[in-house]
């Protein structure tokens, strides 16, 4: 019939090693192969043209009789029926007889199949598999090695850890093993296990799944629990890896005991009270989940969200009132629920029969029924007739609202058939193997069907798309499980939402929110972070010693912005921005100068203004009374020119305030220095007039007064004023001052100044001022003990000396004052050195004027000396 062992005699002599049993052993003398030995194993069997093989979970425990080797040992035999994987592997059978009777499917082939009980231990799995791939006949003569192996594929085993174990032997001779439950991501490595498929998503797709929904809802400080076994462990790396990739942290990560050690449970279980993490997610299978749950009810372990893998999201075990107040509103991932339609009735027609290759069956029926079909004397159990009304019994076999991994099984066998029927659908000539060959379905190899098995891609009745990646993974597509209450008491679970990483929308996470519930008092997602999150304005700083997800929020820095949630760097805002008192945003900086609007602006132009009034009244009263002896003394030419070149003083400051523009920057200064020259020129002629008048008065100097006659007068202080008029057009013309917007001062603000182009020309300008009023305050000092009559000398020398102390105090104050104020120092200077000069040089004259009239004579000026 289908003799894969002799494929594997084959293989052997091809790869020149030895080995000594695959399943039992064989042995040869003349030309003939005999089955030395059977193992004792529960199965199903019908027979056809080509046969699947199937491992099923029948049963939960294992008992390994005592090996003492002074007789054959013992076959190990199983206890616990499990009633849902034998639904699960009559999905299976129900498959493969819709496939025989679909005439487009595998036309004018029969499957067949042998399914066998791995009782939930690798030895058992192993001995299964083994006796699978080796086939059942007990005597083999035909050494051409023709005819189909004894299996074309297996589906099973549910276990990731006998997955393992057995697809690392069958992988050496590329026979396709399709498992529906074994998830751990190991399992996708091509290298270790090339003929390895599965019709469940991976555990790093469920790791992925697990994220999305963490995600979701902000939870980035989680506690993990993991199984200690291969599904487990492996999914516990890969959450631990994806977590940090979405910026979450696990606040602890246990490991369930294998033996279920009470000490160790309740360490856990401590573990999880003490921490600040309202989330645990736990990858595990049942067995591992049972001693943990009763010690989360016996120290009443509440306010905690659980997440459960597809391991135990889906397990009636946990269903009971008593576990309600601590996983009411647990979320879990399950895979993908299907509908298989005419399964239901598949399963009520099921019959007991005698064929001891279907002794499973029999198995099933007294368990399910409470009886047995071989019953002694002694015995007083219940007699099995086999026409027992399975309808009338609800068990897990016989409940189709859940089919989660008996549709996996179901899609597992049409993968299988699918991959056959592409693979007699050949063309000879266009085949994909050497020299374009196709297989042949007489002398088939198994890693042809692995070929084909690979590009698999149909869609079941169901609606779900069938295909495997390079890895020999399913299509990722989870549904969201969450446990309610029911009206009895107890815990039902619904579905509330689906994973599905092949979403037409990209849309992964797909959830019902509506229809969630959660246990907490607040009705509503717990928050599960180590900090809470730094609103905008803020950056994370992360605790030393801690996860990256605790941390401290502190405030942006002046001049940097967050417009996020938890930004770990502050954005620095561009040149002319600044950040608001909030931080969350750069806004224009304030630009500050001198405006006319502001308390400072209005006081400077009311004193400017104020000095211009009073230059304006001082003229009036000298023209006014420009005969008199005061007035007409000293030239009374140079004193209008003098209150002129005040005027001018005063009114250059409005050329410092307000918005700086190019006309502004270019004004200020010229028309300062050359008003300050002009006023300064005329001080210094007045007071080498006085001087003059002095000597004149002597016999010596009688001619002193004809070089300094109204001409010279005026001429000097025009070339005098000259000079600084070429000083500023040199300076305007090489190095202009133009508007600058200065941020060095005052980094929130933008201050609006005048450049000065050229600090040498503006030392220039004011050196110049500086060199003539020291020039006019020595020579106004030498002139102060003329007599009385003369006595104006002494006038100009205090204004001098206010000048000059103004001026040496602006250089210091201005250089140290910041923005504007550098600008109202400056006009500060210019109009107290105004003032200085129009009140020491003309207040007392205009007080004898107005007030004192009777003294503005000749006479009483000639005689105040007397």
Known sequence: MKVLN?????????????????????????????????????GMYQDGDLIIGGLFAFHLITVFPELSFRQEPEQPYCQRFYMAAFQQAQAMVFAINEINKNPKLLPNITLGYHLYDNCIKVGVALRAATALVSGTEESLSDFNCTGPPPVIGIVGDPSSTHCIAISS????????????????????????????????????????????ILRHFGWTWVGLLYSDDDYGIHAAQSFHQDVQLF?????????????????????????????????????????????????????????????????WATSPLFHTPRLLPFLGGTLGIAIRRGEIQGLRDFLLRLRPDKNPR??????????????????TD??????????????????????????????????????????????????????PFSENTCADITNLQPWQVVHYLQKVNFTTGFGDRVSFDKNGDALAIYDVMNWQPSSDGSIIVRTVGVVDEGAATGKVLTLNEEALYWNFDTSKPPRSVCSESCPPGTRRARRKGLPVCCFDCLPCADGEISNTTDTIEC?????????????????????????????LGISLTTASLL????????????????????????????????????????????????????????????????????????????????IAVFKSSRPEGKNAMKWFGAAQ????????????????????????????????????????????????????????????????????????????????????????????????????????????????????????????????IFAPKCFIIILHPEKNTKKALMGRGT
């Open 571 to 599: 954005t620095i805002c561009p040149d002319e921005f600044w950040s608001n008192p909030d931080k969350d945003q750069c806004i224009p900086k304030e630009v500050e100068y001198l405006s006319y609007g502001e308390p």
């Open 713 to 840: 007068q005026r001429g000097t202080v025009l070339v005098l004023t000259a000079f600084q008029v070429i000083i500023c057009a040199v300076w305007l013309s090489t190095a202009s001052p133009t508007p600058h917007k200065n941020s060095q001062y005052i980094r929130s603000k933008i201050v609006y100044e005048c450049a000065i182009g050229s600090v040498v020309g503006f030392a220039v300008l004011l050196g110049y001022i500086g060199f003539l009023a020291a020039v006019s305050f020595l020579l106004a000092f030498l002139a102060r003990n003329l007599p009385d009559h003369f006595n104006e000398a002494k006038f100009i020398t205090f204004s001098m000396l206010i000048f000059c102390a103004v001026w040496i105090t602006f250089v210091p104050a201005y250089v140290s004052s910041p923005g504007k104020y550098a600008v109202a120092v400056e006009i500060f200077a210019i109009l107290a050195s105004s003032f200085g000069l129009l009140v020491a």
């Open 611 to 690: 000095g211009t009034c009073f230059c304006s009244v001082v003229v009036l009263i000298f023209a006014h009374h420009r005969n008199t002896p005061i007035v007409r003394a000293n030239n009374s030419e140079l004193s209008f020119l003098l209150l002129l070149s005040l005027k001018l003083c005063f009114l250059c400051v409005l050329l410092f305030i307000g918005r700086p523009q190019l006309w502004t920057c270019q004004l200020r200064h010229a028309v300062f220095g050359i008003s300050f020259v002009l006023c300064v020129s005329s001080i210094l002629v007045k007071t080498m007039v006085v």
């Open 247 to 311: 910026g979450g942290c696990v606040a602890f990560s246990e490991i369930l005991p294998r033996d279920n050690n009470y000490e160790d449970i309740q360490r856990i279980v401590g573990v999880i009270q003490t921490s600040t993490a309202k989330v645990v997610v736990v990858f595990s299978t049942v067995a591992y989940v049972v001693p943990l749950m009763d010690e989360v009810a016996l120290q009443n372990v509440t306010g905690r969200q659980w997440i459960a893998s597809e391991g």
């Open 378 to 431: 002694s015995e007083k159990e219940k007699l099995c007739t086999g026409t027992e009304d399975l309808s009338s019994i609800n068990t897990a076999y016989t409940d189709v609202s859940e089919l989660r991994a008996a549709y996996n099984v179901y899609k597992a066998v049409y993968a299988l058939a699918h991959a056959l029927h592409d693979l007699m659908q050949c063309e000879e000539g266009r085949g």
């Open 6 to 42: 002799s494929l594997l005699y084959k293989n052997i002599t091809d790869m020149s090693f030895e080995t000594s049993d695959i399943s039992s052993q064989w042995y040869t003398n003349s030309g003939f192969c005999q089955l030395q030995g059977h193992f004792k194993l529960n």
């Open 169 to 212: 032997v069958l992988g050496l001779f590329r026979i396709p093993m399709v498992s529906y439950y074994a998830t751990c991501s190991c399992l996708s490595d091509r290298k270790k296990h090339p003929s390895f498929f599965r019709t469940i998503p991976s555990d790093a797709f469920q790791v992925r799944a697990m994220m999305q």
């Open 358 to 375: 279907n002794n499973i069956v029999t198995v099933f029926w007294e368990n399910l029924f409470r009886c047995r079909f071989d019953i």
